[in-house]
């Protein structure tokens, strides 16, 4: 992950455009959830039922490593969702780029 999409997604946690946790759930449901990241050391039962969402539901998913994923995040949270579609957009191109 470049240091760059890092900063957006810490960038949208500030301003409070993202979801975490069972809300993530719902975001993705009613479509306020614009991209979803998730960590590597998330549960199976958790990774399987965002897969499985996110295809359903058409929302972009990416993965990031256990280490990257706990220094953007100071909450114990495992997955995320950014509800900003500029913010998730940047995140996306950065992540590709």
Known sequence: MTSKAAAKIQM???A???VMGDALIRAIQNGSAKLVV???A???NRTKKLKDKCTYYDV???EMGAEEFSCISNRAAMS???TDQNLASGIMKD???
Do not use: E, Q, W
Request: proline fraction near 5%; glycine fraction near 14%.
């Open 12 to 14: 949208a946690m500030r």
């Open 16 to 18: 409070r455009a993202c």
């Open 38 to 40: 998730y960590s590597s």
């Open 42 to 44: 998330c549960g199976a």
């Open 60 to 62: 972009p998913l990416l």
């Open 80 to 82: 995320l969702g950014i």
């Open 95 to 97: 992540m590709k780029g």
